[in-house]
Structures are given as C-alpha cells and as structure tokens.
C-alpha cells in the first residue's frame, strides 16, 4: 500500500469554490488538430517513468516521430508536452514505435480541500504519494515542489489512477501540476457510482454530472454503474448539488473501453477487486483475467493495492487476457531511466536537469565520464528510484550522443525562416545548429515562430539531414 504525507490546510466554502471557478473561467485557448483518438493496431496505458525515446512504465517507445496530444475541449487534442509521471496512452502500429502519444490527465479543476494525506477536486478524493514501496510516487510541478505547496483554490492538473480504497474510488495520483490559470474546460476521470437514465445524470464521486446536452464517445455508449468514464465540462457550469456536493452539466462523455487489435495491450494500474478463485482483478476500471498468466517476479503475489503492468489481448466484451501480469516494485526496482543531455548543474551535490527532471546524483556511481566528468552539455544514461523532487540516481554512465538519440541544446534564437520552419540556434560552447520544426512540434512557455527571434530556448529533439529536427521547443530555464 502507498503511504502518504499528512497534510492540513483550510477547506475551501462550496459556494466560494464555485464563484472562484467562475472568476476564472473566461480562459479559453485555441489549439491544433481534429481531437477524437483514431483507432490504432497497438495500445499501451501506463505512467511515464523515463525517457530515451518515451518510457512507460519500464516500456520504451520510440517517439521520434509520434504526434504527441491532449484532450483540451470537446473534439479538440493540442499539441502537448508528455511530462514525468504523467498517464499517458501510446498508440502503435509497430511495436515499440509510437505513432500518437496522448497526455491523459485524469482530474482537472480547483482544489476544494487538502487534508490528511490527499486533496480534493471535482469531487473526487486524490491521495498524495510520497514514500510508496509498490506504485509511483507523486510528481510535482508547475511551481509545486512537494505536497505542502498545494493551497485551496489551485486550478491543479492531476494524472493518477483511479482504484478502490475500502469502498470508495479514490485517485493514486502520479504528478500534481499548479496551472497558469482555469482550464475552459473542467475534466474529471472516475468509475460511475450511480445512473440516472431519467434524468441524464450520474455520479463521480462526491461530483453529479448532468449529461442531458452531452456527446458520447464512442456514439451510443452510456455512462452506466461501474463503468470508467472521463467528462469534459464548461468551468461555468460548476455549481453547487442539492444535498451538497458539485454539479457539472457535460459537454463530451467519454466511455474508457478498450478495443480489440492485432497487437498486445498493455495496462498499468493498482490491483482492485482480487477474485483469487476467479483470477480476475479490475484495473483502472477495467476488467482482467488473469488465468493464463504469467507472474513477473514469478515469486509475486497478487493483492489488492499492487501497482502492476498488465500485457494481454482484449477480448470481445472488453476485458483485458493477461499474458503476464508484472508488479512494479519501486523499492527495489530501477523504475526511472533518463537518456539526455545535463543541464542546470552546477555539482555532484547539488540537483540537476536531464530531459526536464531534476536528479540527485549524491548516491550515485558515476562512469565513463571524460575529464572534467559530469558537467553541462554532457550525454548521460541514469537509473535510479523517483522520489516526489525526481529521481534519486543510482547510476549514471556518461556516452556519446548516437545516431538518433533525442538531444538537448540550449541558445539564442536567430535568423528565423518562418515559411522554412526554420531558425539558427548558438548555443554556449558549442557551434551553431540549424534547428527545423514540424506540425508536431511543440512550443512552450508562449513561444510561437513568431516570437523565437532572439530569444534563449531549449531545444529537444533528434538530427534529421543535419538539421535538428525539434520536438519541442521552449524557453530556456
């Protein structure tokens, strides 16, 4: 079982949560592509714990060319930035290549309360991980640095797992990020608790979603008890329930199945619902079989509560067929892998940057490394356990940058070729690069082609015909 921080700050009055929400609501944003997920060959749902190409847990998927997306508005997927800790869906065509990666937030909206452990939001109970010895520890970002920073009122962004806590479904989160400000749209991920087909509403939580004016995904589907469900709701439609609680009218109602295809599925989540005599378990609301299996460790027992990856086939009603069933042990597992450039340090002794996420180096064995060793610039592969500040790093081998590799450079922005897609970038120390960039590149931190003239970025991305083919590109730190 993950243990967690005790943490107690003020409760938020439902009447003052609901006009914050629509202080804030006006925030809208345009964005890019057709939304709706397509169907591809191949599906793996886990959370990110590394990068080289995109690792999910402990799966490499090679993501060079993968169109990397997120659900903001009905219909709608923005280009986005996949994040440590964050749920993520692949979908693949070839294994172990990814064609589109969709950042799958699970809750996004206010904090109404932060007590004891966990906070609230939308209704629904996230629990905060901080020392867990099976499952992901919660990550932290967006001006978070640890659990204690969350304040009531937040508009949070939350990626987690939803699973049974006694009786109740509770969020497992996996990283908390503060936003800038309220999305336009509300989203909520939880099982159904009740329906109501009379009234088009049902419940997530202690949150009543009204559905009567919502679309469906997939066409026709209902939001029935015990099913899996993700909502997107207008913030100005949060009010308060009779009886208490919060209230939604939804615009889109997404039923989270999964689809039959030619390659393995795989499923990461807590166990729920162990039937020991069936071989069954519910994961993430959805349905396994376990008989066939294969237990990874094979000395592993299932329980209640386990983080584990599930590979299988569904089946026709839905179900995932389990081939092996593997139990993520972060205690003793090297359950982070970074592949990137060193970025931020100044010390072995003081945290630095690969690939975005902070690492302590103090226990690490450090090898391969040339003289001066660990320095800015410098390739490295690290392996190590995640705290709540990053990876604590148990290795860190130094390597040259291999064809293909995803690189980082950072520098000034200059001759900008807007029709080209195209910029020089001058790094420090290093000569200039042409950097290109595609429709599936993401620009961060407000950046446009616009405004890149000039400016000191970060580039990520892999050399492509000599030029460094972005696959983001944001403002340097």
Request: one cysteine or more.
């Amino acid at each position: 079982m993950n243990t967690t921080m005790r943490l107690r700050f003020p409760r938020l009055s439902m009447a003052a949560l609901v006009v914050a929400v629509a202080c804030l609501s006006s925030c809208g944003g345009g964005g890019v592509g057709s939304g709706g997920t397509g169907r591809s060959e191949g599906l793996a749902a886990g959370t990110v714990n590394g990068f080289g190409s995109i690792i999910v847990d402990s799966v490499v998927y090679d993501d060079r060319n993968a169109r990397v997306v997120a659900e903001t508005a009905p219909g709608l997927d923005d280009l986005a930035e996949v994040k440590f800790g964050h749920r993520v869906a692949v979908e693949y065509t070839t294994q172990g290549v990814a064609d589109v990666v969709h950042v799958d937030a699970t809750v996004a909206g206010p904090v109404a309360s932060v007590a004891a452990g966990q906070i609230t939001v939308l209704g629904q109970t996230i629990v905060v991980s901080v020392g867990a010895t099976f499952g992901p520890v919660t990550q932290f970002g967006g001006g978070y640095s640890m659990a204690s920073d969350v304040r009531v009122g937040d508009p949070v962004e939350v990626h987690g797992i939803v699973t049974l806590q006694g009786n109740s479904y509770v969020i497992d989160s996996t990283r908390i990020d503060k936003l800038a400000a309220a999305p336009a749209f509300l989203r909520a991920t939880g099982i159904v608790t009740a329906a109501s087909t009379a009234s088009s509403t049902f419940s997530l939580g202690q949150l009543t979603v009204d559905a009567a004016n919502a679309s469906f995904v997939p066409a026709g589907s209902s939001p029935a008890a015990g099913r899996s469900v993700t909502i997107l709701a207008p913030a100005s439609s949060l009010s308060i329930a009779a009886g208490g609680g919060l209230r939604v009218h939804a615009a889109q109602v997404r039923v989270r199945e999964l689809e039959q295809s030619a390659l393995d599925a795989y499923l990461s989540g807590l166990v729920a619902r162990l039937d020991t005599t069936a071989k069954t378990f519910d994961l993430d609301g959805h349905a396994v079989s376990y008989a066939a299996a294969t237990l990874v460790p094979a000395s592993a027992t299932l329980s209640n509560g386990l983080y584990v990856q599930v590979r299988g086939t569904v089946a026709i009603d839905g179900s995932l067929r389990a081939a092996s069933v593997a139990v993520r042990n972060t205690g003793s597992d090297n359950e982070a892998e970074l592949r990137g450039n060193v970025s931020a340090f100044t010390s072995v002794n003081a945290p630095f940057t690969v690939r975005g996420v902070n690492v302590d180096a103090r226990g690490a064995t450090i090898s391969g490394c040339p003289a001066p060793g660990l320095t800015n610039g410098r390739y490295v592969e690290v392996h190590g356990a995640t705290s709540s500040t990053g990876v604590l790093a148990r290795s860190i081998d130094c390597e040259g940058e291999s064809s293909g590799s995803t690189i980082e450079r950072e520098g000034v922005a200059s001759a900008v070729d807007v029709g080209a897609r195209a910029f020089t970038l001058t790094p420090d120390g290093r000569p200039a690069i042409r950097v290109s960039w595609s429709d599936s590149t993401f620009f961060g931190d407000g950046l446009t082609p616009a405004t890149l003239a000039g400016t000191k970025v970060q580039v990520e991305g892999s050399i492509v015909s000599g030029d460094l083919l972005a696959a983001k590109i944001k403002r340097e730190d």
